[in-house]
């Protein structure tokens, strides 16, 4: 009996873009308050821009939903090379002034006007570069030995190591983070042996507990800035590890932050209603916005309808019937996980300042587009399963 194909609106799933569209547009009124409240010459063009990046990641979604399998198969290899060559833009086009401001090199500039941030795009091209590496490899060694695993880290070193030496270029600390999240989903589930596995995990985090421990010390922190470590760097990790005892000067943005949160209170002090300064709020401390204006049962909404996404995104993940398919979605769901978990940690408190971005609601074009194209892609599972 031949299968009844299905129209373009029930191919889609109503279940994952329902709270993406709840999500912009809890951002676009987050924006407009915060905009409203602190530039409020420029609350139009904002807007105007936002709205605009909003219908064009949309569109861009719309498209790459209706890409074929095998058509992404093919290109994934050029959207890599493509990110790689736009991530060397910045350190040629970049606003000294921006950089000054943030100790990054992150965005391309040309004048005085700000275009675009590469590494946005490129952690869907990292996205899609891996996936397609850990289905050749577990159809090259479908039955692997540790000598396998080992050549398989290999290739993801190769692939990876290229995109981490731009970032390190850009001083971009924030963003590198981000791509290891997506790196370490896509091993979990490659099928690389747990004896190679729980070892680098082990020595992860007794690195990292040895770096914090380091930086308690003065002498520790004269050493980890001769080895390198940018001075923008060294502040916020300290702005996060006693932030009151630098509430005037580097860790005024934490403490204001962490002051707008409590001061909402349970119901928040209403809709445009901003008492206290937060440095960037449109952007990356939007959070905050959420919390003075709508008070925990709004950031409780924001966190729900989170939750629901990535639930929708994880059965979206097991129902597929195809492992390019399924290795994307990790990938993806990985890339927004750490997004939400770095941005809103460090709007509380709990972990340093980066500069990540809140998905679907902070200010910005490119974290916005890449967002939607990275939904597109979770769509096109559903959309396109009758051919897969």
Same mark, same amino acid.
Request: glycine share 8%; aromatic share 14%; charged share 10%.
């Given at each position: 009996?031949?299968?009844?194909?299905?129209?373009?609106?029930?191919?889609?799933?109503?279940?994952?873009?329902?709270?993406?569209?709840?999500?912009?547009?809890?951002?676009?009124?987050?924006?407009?308050?915060?905009?409203?409240?602190?530039?409020?010459?420029?609350?139009?063009?904002?807007?105007?821009?936002?709205?605009?990046?909003?219908?064009? =990641?949309?569109?861009?979604?719309?498209?790459?939903?209706?890409?074929?399998?095998?058509?992404?198969?093919?290109?994934?290899?050029?959207?890599?090379?493509?990110?790689?060559?736009?991530?060397?833009?910045?350190?040629?086009?970049?606003?000294?002034?921006?950089?000054?401001?943030?100790?990054?090199?992150?965005?391309?500039?040309?004048?005085?006007?700000?275009?675009?941030?590469?590494?946005?795009?490129?952690?869907?091209?990292?996205?899609?570069?891996?996936?397609?590496?850990?289905?050749?490899?577990?159809?090259?060694?479908?039955?692997?030995?540790?000598?396998?695993?080992?050549?398989?880290?290999?290739?993801?070193?190769?692939?990876?190591?290229?995109?981490?030496?731009?970032?390190?270029?850009?001083?971009?600390?924030?963003?590198?983070?981000?791509?290891?999240?997506?790196?370490?989903?896509?091993?979990?589930?490659?099928?690389?042996?747990?004896?190679?596995?729980?070892?680098?995990?082990?020595?992860?985090?007794?690195?990292?507990?040895?770096?914090?421990?380091?930086?308690?010390?003065?002498?520790?922190?004269?050493?980890?800035?001769?080895?390198?470590?940018?001075?923008?760097?060294?502040?916020?990790?300290? &702005?996060?590890?006693?932030?009151?005892?630098?509430?005037?000067?580097?860790?005024?943005?934490?403490?204001?932050?962490?002051?707008?949160?409590?001061?909402? =209170?349970?119901?928040?002090?209403?809709?445009?209603?901003?008492?206290?300064?937060?440095?960037?709020?449109?952007?990356?401390?939007?959070?905050?916005?959420?919390?003075?204006?709508?008070?925990?049962?709004?950031? &409780?909404?924001?966190?729900?309808?989170?939750?629901?996404?990535?639930?929708?995104?994880?059965?979206?993940?097991?129902?597929?019937?195809?492992?390019?398919?399924?290795?994307?979605?990790?990938?993806?769901?990985?890339?927004?996980?750490?997004?939400?978990?770095?941005?809103?940690?460090?709007?509380?408190?709990?972990?340093?300042?980066?500069?990540?971005?809140?998905?679907?609601?902070?200010?910005?074009?490119?974290?916005?587009?890449?967002?939607?194209?990275?939904? =597109?892609?979770?769509?096109?599972?559903?959309?396109?399963?009758?051919?897969?």
């Amino acid at each position: 009996m031949t299968e009844k194909k299905l129209t373009f609106d029930k191919k889609i799933d109503y279940g994952l873009v329902i709270p993406v569209i709840l999500l912009v547009t809890i951002g676009l009124v987050s924006i407009f308050i915060s905009v409203g409240s602190d530039y409020p010459d420029r609350v139009y063009n904002t807007m105007f821009l936002q709205m605009l990046w909003l219908f064009l =990641g949309c569109l861009l979604a719309v498209v790459v939903m209706r890409f074929k399998l095998s058509f992404l198969w093919r290109i994934t290899p050029w959207l890599y090379v493509l990110g790689l060559v736009l991530m060397v833009l910045p350190l040629f086009l970049y606003s000294p002034t921006l950089v000054a401001s943030t100790g990054a090199k992150n965005w391309v500039s040309i004048g005085s006007v700000t275009l675009f941030q590469p590494s946005e795009f490129m952690k869907i091209s990292y996205i899609l570069a891996l996936a397609r590496l850990t289905l050749w490899g577990q159809n090259r060694w479908p039955d692997p030995s540790l000598k396998d695993n080992w050549k398989l880290l290999g290739l993801y070193a190769l692939i990876s190591l290229p995109v981490f030496t731009l970032l390190a270029l850009q001083s971009d600390l924030g963003t590198a983070l981000v791509f290891v999240a997506i790196l370490v989903g896509l091993i979990f589930v490659s099928g690389i042996s747990w004896k190679i596995i729980i070892p680098v995990a082990l020595a992860v985090i007794i690195s990292i507990g040895g770096f914090l421990y380091l930086f308690t010390f003065d002498a520790g922190k004269e050493w980890l800035f001769n080895l390198g470590m940018d001075t923008y760097q060294m502040n916020r990790i300290s &702005a996060w590890l006693d932030p009151f005892s630098y509430a005037q000067n580097i860790a005024y943005q934490q403490t204001q932050a962490l002051i707008s949160i409590g001061s909402g =209170g349970l119901l928040g002090k209403g809709f445009n209603v901003l008492e206290l300064a937060v440095p960037v709020r449109e952007s990356d401390m939007i959070f905050t916005v959420i919390a003075e204006d709508f008070g925990f049962i709004g950031t &409780a909404v924001v966190l729900s309808l989170y939750l629901f996404l990535i639930f929708r995104m994880l059965r979206v993940t097991i129902a597929s019937n195809n492992r390019f398919y399924t290795f994307i979605c990790i990938g993806f769901i990985m890339m927004i996980v750490f997004h939400i978990f770095e941005n809103i940690g460090a709007n509380i408190g709990i972990l340093p300042l980066t500069g990540i971005p809140l998905p679907f609601i902070s200010q910005g074009g490119s974290s916005l587009i890449s967002n939607l194209i990275g939904v =597109g892609l979770i769509l096109s599972v559903t959309y396109n399963r009758q051919e897969t």
